[in-house]
C-alpha cells in the first residue's frame, strides 16, 4: 500500500521510496527501507505527517503516493 492510504495512527514499515530528494531527505532523518514508521497526522488534501523515533515528518501527498508501505498488524506489533 502507499503511504498515503495509512490511517492516522497506523504503524508501517517502508518497503520502497523513490530515488531523488525525497530519498535523500529521509534518510537524513534515518528512514529508509525497513524502517517503522506511524502515521501520526493525515490532512485531507495536505501532507501526511510520519513520526520515527521521536521526530515528526511531513511528506507532501504527491510524494506519499510514491511510497511503498507494509502496514503492521495490531496483533504483531506487541
Known amino acids: 500500500m502507499f503511504l498515503n492510504e495509512l490511517k ?3 504503524d508501517a514499515v517502508v518497503e520502497h521510496i523513490p ?3 525525497l ?3 529521509l534518510m537524513r532523518f ?3 527501507q525497513g524502517s517503522r514508521i506511524t502515521c501520526y497526522v493525515k490532512l485531507p488534501f495536505g501532507p ?11 511528506i507532501g501527498k ?4 510514491q511510497m511503498l508501505v507494509n ?4 496483533a504483531l506489533a506487541a
Not at 501526511?48 to 511531513?58: N, S
Not at 504527491?62 to 503516493?65: C, K, S, T
Not at 502496514?71 to 495490531?74: H, K, M, R, S
Request: proline share 6%; glycine share 16%; charged share 20%.
Open 8 to 10: 492516522r495512527g497506523q
Open 23 to 25: 530519498r535523500h531527505q
Open 71 to 74: 502496514p503492521v498488524i495490531a
Open 48 to 58: 501526511v505527517v510520519l513520526r520515527h523515533g521521536g521526530q515528526e515528518i511531513a
Open 30 to 32: 534515518g528512514i529508509a
Open 19 to 21: 530515488e531523488g530528494p
Open 62 to 65: 504527491a510524494l506519499a503516493r
